[in-house]
């Protein structure tokens, strides 16, 4: 049997950077800083992976109007991805040259599109949790995080209110419409409650007054997505088993095939420049 090579000091250097999993090599940050650091790859993530998702109906949409609404949905998120990832490292390293086991996106916004129900299903119940927690996060002690939100609460107003008349629309429509709409709401209702859940590093920024606590959100919210549903003839889906850890890099198999889409130039061309 062959000897092996012995290992260079570049080498070692090399290996003592890779965590577990070939992971990104986040900073070295104090603990406050790393607690801030993950809630802006939160923030970013999450209308990253909702901005690509929604651009996947471009050329695919019901009609022309839908498909230009949906286009513009996802400008706005990829608009806020770039403000918060930028403001956390580098924008185009932090989206594009992470593996799947370094997004902290939640599970919702990386679901597949399934039919327009869905989409609006999805959008509905992102949006609303997303409207409601920017509007208190403009009152965050953060600077940079009061100004984002004053920012991007004023677009996904509108997100909220679009999905909402989607909603209403497909679920008092036509029976083909209300049975998937409901089919639309049943698939994401699972993944509702990882929106209110909180981890020590969102606990910390809750403490010193940088975070809005999602928890105090849910009885508002659920009140909200209760009101929209019965303006379009629709009940809750009954409550399953939730499915979370999105925000702890454990995510569904879909992620991985988005990434694989979306990352696909900037890694096999790293030195491209437009």
Same mark, same amino acid.
């Given at each position: 049997?062959?000897?092996?090579?012995?290992?260079?000091?570049?080498?070692?250097?090399?290996?003592?950077?890779?965590?577990?999993?070939?992971?990104?090599?986040?900073?070295?940050?104090?603990? %406050?800083?790393?607690?801030?650091?993950?809630?802006?790859?939160?923030?970013?993530?999450?209308?990253?992976?909702?901005?690509?998702?929604?651009?996947?109906?471009?050329?695919?949409?019901? @009609?022309?109007?839908?498909?230009?609404?949906?286009?513009?949905?996802?400008?706005?998120?990829?608009?806020?991805?770039?403000?918060?990832?930028?403001?956390?490292?580098?924008?185009?390293?932090?989206?594009?040259?992470?593996?799947?086991?370094?997004?902290?996106?939640?599970?919702?916004?990386?679901?597949?599109?399934?039919?327009?129900?869905?989409?609006?299903?999805?959008?509905?119940?992102?949006?609303?949790?997303? %409207?409601?927690?920017?509007?208190?996060?403009?009152?965050?002690?953060?600077?940079?995080?009061?100004?984002?939100?004053?920012?991007?609460?004023?677009?996904?107003?509108?997100?909220?209110? !679009? #999905?909402?008349?989607?909603?209403?629309?497909?679920?008092?429509?036509?029976?083909?419409?209300?049975?998937?709409?409901?089919?639309?709401?049943?698939?994401?209702?699972?993944?509702?409650?990882?929106?209110?859940?909180?981890? @020590?590093?969102?606990?910390?920024?809750?403490?010193?007054?940088?975070?809005?606590?999602?928890?105090?959100?849910?009885?508002?919210?659920? @009140?909200?997505?209760?009101?929209?549903? #019965?303006?379009?003839?629709?009940?809750?889906?009954?409550?399953?088993?939730?499915?979370?850890?999105?925000?702890?890099?454990?995510?569904?198999?879909?992620?991985?095939?988005? !990434?694989?889409?979306?990352?696909?130039?900037?890694?096999?061309?790293?030195?491209?420049?437009?």
């Amino acid at each position: 049997m062959p000897s092996l090579p012995p290992i260079r000091p570049e080498d070692e250097a090399v290996a003592a950077r890779i965590r577990p999993h070939g992971a990104f090599d986040a900073p070295d940050l104090a603990p %406050h800083e790393s607690a801030r650091f993950d809630y802006l790859l939160r923030l970013g993530d999450d209308a990253l992976i909702l901005g690509q998702r929604l651009s996947e109906w471009c050329g695919h949409a019901p @009609a022309v109007e839908v498909d230009l609404s949906l286009a513009n949905l996802a400008l706005d998120l990829i608009g806020q991805a770039n403000l918060a990832l930028g403001e956390a490292g580098d924008a185009d390293s932090l989206a594009f040259h992470r593996d799947v086991l370094d997004f902290r996106n939640c599970l919702l916004v990386e679901q597949p599109n399934g039919d327009f129900a869905r989409t609006v299903a999805r959008q509905l119940l992102y949006s609303t949790w997303q %409207h409601l927690a920017l509007q208190r996060l403009t009152g965050s002690s953060d600077n940079f995080l009061s100004e984002f939100a004053a920012k991007a609460v004023k677009e996904v107003a509108y997100h909220r209110e !679009l #999905a909402s008349e989607w909603v209403v629309r497909l679920g008092d429509g036509t029976e083909e419409s209300a049975r998937r709409m409901a089919d639309g709401l049943d698939w994401c209702w699972r993944f509702v409650p990882e929106l209110f859940e909180v981890d @020590a590093h969102l606990e910390e920024l809750i403490g010193r007054g940088i975070a809005p606590d999602p928890r105090e959100l849910e009885a508002e919210y659920r @009140a909200a997505i209760g009101a929209v549903l #019965a303006n379009g003839q629709l009940q809750p889906p009954p409550d399953q088993r939730p499915i979370i850890g999105g925000r702890r890099g454990h995510h569904s198999e879909h992620l991985g095939h988005l !990434l694989a889409l979306m990352q696909y130039l900037p890694r096999t061309y790293p030195n491209a420049t437009w």
